[in-house]
Structures are given as C-alpha cells and as structure tokens.
C-alpha cells in the first residue's frame, strides 16, 4: 500500500513529510528527489524510519565508480557513513555517476585519449569534472577539449581548430606564399586521441555528430551523456546520432515491459522513462536492501540498470549501454573478455 504525501520546492516541506510519515508509523518512506530537501531529510536527528531517498545527498558527490578508487576529498566520507547509520539508503540517476560510468566505458574499450566535447553551461561543467577526474583515475589522457553553444547550428570554426585541420590550412597559405605557386591540398586531421566524449542536449548532438564526419572524425567512436537522446523516439532526427553509444536503462531498450506505464500520458511519449524506471526499481529493490548491505557482492537487475550497495548506503548503478542505430538507440555489445591461452 502506498501513501502520498505531497512536498514543495520548499526544503522544509520534505522534512514536515518526513515526520509526518514518523507520526503514522510507516516502516518506509521513498524521496524525497531534491537534493536541498535530501541534504535536509538525510541530516536530521532522531531519524525513526528507514527511507530511500531519490537522490544523492550533497556528501555524495564524490562517488565511487566499481573497479576504480573512491574519487574526490575523503572530508565527504564521515556524513557519507552518518546516512548509513541513520537508516537511509540512496537512489540516483546522478549525472556525475553516470559521466563517470561513461568513462569507465570508454577505457574498458580501449580508449584512452579522448576528446571532449561539451555543452557551455553549468551542467556542461559538471559533466566534465566527473567525467575527467574518473577518466584521469583510470590511465585515460584528455587530448583536447572544446565548449560549443548550443544556440549555434554552425560549429566548424571550433572544429577546424579542434582537430588541427585550420592549422593545416595556414601552413600551406605559408608554403604557397613562399613557392608562389599553387599547391593542391587535402584537410587532414589530428589522429592523436582514440574517441569523443560528448556531453550535449539532443539538438546539439545532432549538429555536432554530421559534422565531425564532414571533418573526417566520423570513424572516431562517440560517447554521450544520455541527455543526448530526447527519449522520445524520432529516428528522422536521430539518425544523426547514428554510432553514438550512451548509457541508458532497460525499459528505453524494451529489456523490461512496461506494463501499463506505456499509456500514461505523463510518459510524454517516452521523454521521462528514466524517472518512471527510477520510481519502479525504487519501490521493487525495498525488500532486497538488507541482503545487499550484507552481500556488496549482490547486484540487482533494475530497470535503470545493475544496482549494488555500496559501504555508504548509496546505489550504484552500472547502466545498460546503447549505440545509436537507423536513429534508435539499440543494445551495445558487451565488452569482449580478455583472451586467455589454453595450457
């Protein structure tokens, strides 16, 4: 049975929730999803019940990528261990974990330079700093990078620039000037990095992606942030992602039916899947939480991925990955295991 208690953009409306929940002896509560208001929920004394809050408290930043070292100050490690010992546990479809996850992927493939391409915006920041510290942990170099916005549907300037084909261009207006004659020329590239990593909005990604092949990078992979892919499937628009690989959940590759939440309207033709993937793994993990704090080595098949618990109380989430097909994103092959030679 499930109870709703309404809460506002008011921190404080989260926590008068929260105790109202106390006061009705529920043995668990679900959210809230802001982070204000988790920060609030989650640092309150004398806390009674258990909950599952929708959201990394701000002590969570620094996050822990499976197989990688913890990343970031160890200052965030002691609130980190409080939640635990308070009875709360945590759920996110934290875009830092997951531009980490990105990297992780990258450098499982074999890609370790890489170039990043990125939205100039707050989020565009963020998404960099995860990415990079997670990418920096793992051996992985960053060649180059470039910030483009997405008011602007021509980026072959930066481009140009990015990938030293301008700087190919004024050594042979230099060689001509010399030779006064002229010179047949063909653009070429810098060949020094093995992949992208793009953080964008779907609009930018599909201007960004044609025009790396215009500059001959179109056989460079791409890996995006899954923002690049509206969830709404459009594969006349989508083709121009074509070949781009991003993290996503299993209800967006049809992994998991979904039931009756395919004809819900507040679906908005597929755009908040990820949330209502979110909200079912967040009511079906509830009886699971115990085993998974005595067994770190349990990991469950949600629909927003693989989930397993971490020492801190948090949910980490291994995503599915997708490539990007006749405009739809379908599943990734997995990552081949490393030949082993028969005795």
């Known amino acids: 049975e499930l109870t709703f208690l309404p809460v506002g953009d008011d921190p404080q409306s989260a926590l008068d929730a929260y105790r109202e929940a106390e006061r009705a002896g529920f043995p668990w509560v679900i959210g809230p999803l802001r982070r204000e208001s988790v920060d609030l929920v989650a640092q309150q004394p004398g806390a009674s019940v258990p909950g599952l809050l929708l959201n990394w408290p701000t002590s969570a ?54 170039i990043l391409l990125l939205v100039d915006s707050t989020w565009g920041e963020r998404t960099e700093a995860a990415f990079m510290d997670a990418y920096l942990a793992g051996g992985g170099e960053i060649v180059s990078l470039e910030r483009f916005s997405a008011d602007d549907a021509d980026h072959s300037g930066k481009l140009t620039r990015l990938l030293q084909i ?87 590759l049809g992994e998991q039916d979904l039931d009756e939440a395919t004809a819900l309207d507040s679906l908005r033709n597929g755009a908040f899947t990820s949330l209502f993937a979110l909200g079912r793994d967040a009511w079906d993990i509830l009886p699971w939480l115990d085993l998974m704090s005595r067994n770190p080595e349990f990991a469950y098949p949600g629909a927003i991925g693989d989930l397993s618990l971490d020492a801190e109380g948090r949910l980490q989430r291994e995503p599915a990955w997708a490539v990007f097909q006749r405009g739809r994103p379908v599943p990734l092959e997995p990552v081949a295991p490393p030949a082993t030679l028969s005795p």
């Open 61 to 114: 930043d620094a996050v822990t990528i499976p197989g990688m070292s913890m990343l970031g100050s160890e200052e965030t490690a002691p609130q980190a261990r409080g939640l635990v010992e308070t009875g709360f546990y945590s759920l996110s479809l934290s875009q830092e974990a997951e531009a980490q996850a990105v990297a992780k992927q990258m450098l499982a493939r074999g890609h370790r330079q890489a």
């Open 166 to 252: 301008q700087d190919g261009r004024e050594r042979r207006r230099r060689l001509q000037n010399r030779l006064n004659l002229p010179l047949e020329f063909e653009d070429s590239r810098r060949d020094d990095f093995g992949a992208f990593f793009l953080a964008a909005n779907p609009d930018l990604g599909r201007q960004l992606k044609p025009q790396l092949r215009f500059f001959d990078a179109g056989n460079k992979p791409v890996f995006a942030m899954s923002r690049v892919f509206s969830g709404d499937p459009d594969p006349s628009r989508d083709g121009d992602l074509n070949g781009v690989v991003i993290p996503t959940t299993r209800w967006i």
